[in-house]
């Protein structure tokens, strides 16, 4: 593995790390229901300041169960995952033609100069005969 | 973050709508203006956005016993600027608020203050701040993501707060109870959007160098440049 990859590697690493050391050791046990969202309990949290409050607006669509909930958050996951993956699959692949293109390049020039060494005396001379003719015009 | 549909006040609801409807507008237009005069960043750009929906679609467990979910708006900040991610943090807010029933419409002007313009704004000052003192870039990226990640956790608890003062120890004692439920759930899932957003930077400069020195978030050429000078300072010292 290069260095790029492991250190890559290393940082989804802490990262799932960070999600389970609280799974793991068991964080949530003193609460009534353990890892509820944030956003729920801060609901709950308006309700004990103000027990009177009613919510005057209610969603315009509610997923009908958990699952349904579920299969949309993987929904918006997917669609970000998705696109993120297109884009740097489409980079490496530019990248490789690219390389590609300019290995062909070298190769080609490569066979160039071989060329031009060969003709390089002939150049020389047909450019000295040029030369004489021009002055003869003079 | 996601303050849920009808749990503010209507003015606080309307206030807020108004405080944000600005940023969007704004947003909106230079998004419109980068992507005419550089149409080869889209994808870069529509990167940035999913980045927002995935993280923000993605609920970790804390070391507070509860859920909570990173924003994601730090990387497109750095990369288009903040008025850009007003505008994709909107969308993706719209779409949990319609779809989901996560957040809300009438709570979507207050949950965009938070997330799509103080995030983005603050993770941006202090991206900026740290590389004008010449700190590493990934170093930068790392604590503008986490900044960006929190600082959306605490506007929220101070709008809730604001809303709801408790009647005993008022503004304050709320803060410290929204705060309590917030920012401090927030604190791991800020270093791990950090961690994830170096990632995602390290991966764009592997592939995207000539997309990244456009930006400015590289300047490699300039880097490059300050060296041979020095380089050949040193030379002229030694002769």
Request: with cysteine.
């Given at each position: 593995m290069s260095r790029n990859a492991k250190i890559n590697s290393l940082l989804l690493l802490l990262v799932a790390a960070l999600a389970v050391v609280p799974l793991a050791f068991g964080l949530g046990d003193h609460k009534e229901e353990p890892f509820a969202g944030a956003d729920g309990e801060a609901e709950t949290a308006i309700t004990e300041i103000d027990p009177d409050y009613?919510?005057?607006f209610s969603p315009l669509y509610e997923p009908p169960s958990g699952e349904i909930e579920s299969a949309l958050f993987a929904l918006q996951?997917?669609?970000?995952?998705?696109?993120?993956?297109?884009?740097?699959?489409?980079?490496?692949?530019?990248?490789?033609?690219?390389?590609?293109?300019?290995?062909?390049?070298?190769?080609?020039?490569?066979?160039?100069?071989?060329?031009?060494?060969?003709?390089?005396?002939?150049?020389?001379?047909?450019?000295?005969?040029?030369?004489?003719?021009?002055?003869?015009?003079? | 973050m996601h303050i849920a549909e009808g749990f503010l006040p209507p003015a606080h609801a309307v206030a807020w709508g108004v405080a944000s409807a600005p940023f969007v507008v704004h947003g909106a237009r230079s998004l419109v203006r980068d992507v005419r005069e550089h149409p080869e960043s889209t994808l870069l750009l529509g990167a940035s956005g999913a980045f927002t929906f995935v993280l923000s679609a993605?609920?970790?467990?804390?070391?507070?016993?509860?859920?909570?979910?990173?924003?994601?708006?730090?990387?497109?900040?750095?990369?288009?600027?903040?008025?850009?991610?007003?505008?994709?943090?909107?969308?993706?807010?719209?779409?949990?608020?319609l779809l989901l029933a996560h957040g809300g419409l009438t709570t979507l002007g207050a949950n965009v203050f938070s997330m799509a313009i103080v995030g983005p704004w603050a993770g941006y000052a202090v991206y900026r701040l740290l590389r004008r003192y010449d700190l590493p870039l990934m170093g930068a990226v790392f604590c503008a993501?986490?900044?960006?990640?929190?600082?959306?956790?605490?506007?929220?608890?101070?709008?809730?707060?604001?809303?709801?003062?408790?009647?005993?120890?008022?503004?304050?004692?709320?803060?410290?109870?929204?705060?309590?439920?917030?920012?401090?759930?927030?604190?791991?899932?800020?270093?791990?959007?950090?961690?994830?957003?170096?990632?995602?930077?390290?991966?764009?400069?592997q592939s995207s160098k000539g997309e990244l020195t456009r930006l400015g978030v590289l300047v490699a050429s300039a880097a490059g440049k300050k060296r041979a000078e020095s380089a050949e300072s040193a030379q002229a010292v030694a002769r």
């Open positions: 009613e919510p005057w996951a997917a669609i970000g995952a998705g696109v993120l993956a297109y884009y740097f699959g489409l980079r490496r692949g530019r990248r490789q033609g690219e390389a590609r293109t300019r290995e062909r390049a070298a190769e080609d020039a490569c066979a160039a100069d071989a060329v031009d060494t060969a003709d390089a005396g002939d150049a020389g001379m047909d450019a000295g005969a040029s030369a004489g003719t021009g002055d003869g015009r003079d | 993605l609920k970790l467990p804390s070391v507070t016993g509860s859920c909570s979910h990173p924003t994601g708006t730090g990387l497109g900040a750095i990369l288009f600027r903040p008025p850009v991610m007003a505008v994709l943090g909107t969308i993706t807010l719209l779409f949990q608020a993501a986490f900044v960006a990640d929190l600082s959306t956790y605490c506007v929220t608890s101070v709008q809730l707060a604001l809303a709801f003062p408790d009647p005993g120890s008022g503004f304050l004692g709320a803060l410290g109870k929204f705060g309590s439920i917030f920012a401090v759930t927030q604190i791991p899932l800020a270093v791990s959007e950090g961690l994830l957003t170096v990632l995602v930077m390290r991966l764009l400069v």
